[in-house]
């Protein structure tokens, strides 16, 4: 185990690369319900749910973190890069459903809590996407990072949470640390949910009623169709988002590629790699690095990758 595997973290930090899409109306869940991997029929005050939005062959153009602020009111949390075209696309669908649809990221304060601030506002027992209201703020558990709790933080636009200044460097690595993977633009329109590990970490589910791609999401898990997963690994050199993987046997068709990437505070970089299963245990794996002008092939071979654990079990095909 590395030492950036075991830092501890604490503070809080102002998510700026993040969006809000705010759903208002009776028909509000019911709608999000029949366009995202997860349910949201069901969906009480006291949970989140991760989910994703697909196109109709399964490949998923967003990932949200979704909570109810009151009944006829759900928030979707997702990469600001995907939030205009996600709210366009979701906006077609609407149609007589008594929906409204709008970017809210003006209206909120959202911050990452860690360690033990992030206690401050949880429960001992909180478990990822349980969620509790500490005045007119939401605070949602997320998955832990290099074993610090972490959470996200809610509220009306103007207010913060109490806590020193965690480096938003930090929070960032936090969340490759956590193996959940958000979507940006770099990679959208590339995965089905379980690419990205999604069916373990709750964020599909496969007893609900259909929604885009819902044939293709299931038919990958129920039919051994699977053949790539996330994964985390280190670098010695930066990587980046987008970044294909490859192995020495094989320069023209990649094995994996880059969701997510943050400077180790210990040197190096971390990442999350969606790859195929059967590349996962090699120990030979590189980002692709761009040539400079006048360099050789071999000299830009690129960032030697190691595979590290998760910090979750992965369910079992079916």
């Known amino acids: 185990m590395t030492l950036s595997q075991t830092l501890p973290l604490n503070g809080i930090t102002p998510l700026s690369h993040l969006g809000v899409i705010r759903a208002v109306g009776v028909d509000a869940a019911s709608f999000l319900h029949g366009q995202l991997s997860n349910d949201f029929a069901l969906l009480d005050l006291e949970h989140a749910r991760l989910a994703a939005f697909c196109t ?6 967003a990932s949200f973190i979704g909570f109810k602020r009151s009944t006829d009111e759900i928030l979707l949390i997702c990469d600001r890069s995907l939030l205009a075209p996600t709210l366009k696309r979701l906006s077609m669908f609407v149609l007589r459903a008594q929906c409204k649809l709008s970017d809210a990221t003006a209206d909120f304060a959202l911050y990452g809590l860690a360690g033990a601030t992030a206690q401050e506002y949880l429960p001992a027992d909180a478990a990822p996407w349980s969620l509790r209201q500490a005045g007119a703020a939401s605070v949602l558990a997320l998955y832990p990072a290099a074993g610090n709790r972490r959470a996200l933080w809610l509220a009306p636009a103007g207010q913060a949470p109490r806590g020193e200044t965690l480096s938003e460097e930090l929070w960032q690595w936090s969340e490759v640390q956590s193996g959940v993977a958000t979507l940006s633009s770099p990679v959208v329109d590339a995965f089905v949910p ?14 609900k009623g259909c929604y885009p791609g819902q044939e293709v999401v299931a038919r990958s898990q ?20 987008g970044q294909e993987v490859f192995t020495p046997e094989d320069l023209e068709q990649s094995t994996g590629t880059v969701i ?33 002008e006048g360099q050789s092939a071999d000299a830009a071979q690129g960032a030697a990758l190691q595979v590290q654990p998760l910090p979750y079990a992965l369910l079992d095909d079916i």
Request: hydrophobic share 50%.
């Open 56 to 61: 109709a062959k399964g490949r998923m153009l």
């Open 194 to 207: 379980q690419m990205l590990n999604y069916e373990s970490l709750g964020g599909v589910n496969f007893k």
């Open 222 to 241: 129920f039919r051994g169709t699977l053949k790539r997963r996330a994964y985390l690994v280190h670098a010695a050199q930066a990587v980046s988002v």
């Open 260 to 292: 997510q990437a943050a400077a180790a505070p210990d040197g190096g970089w971390d990442a999350i790699v969606s790859m195929q299963i059967a590349s996962s245990t090699r120990g030979d794996l590189f980002a692709h690095v761009a040539l400079a």
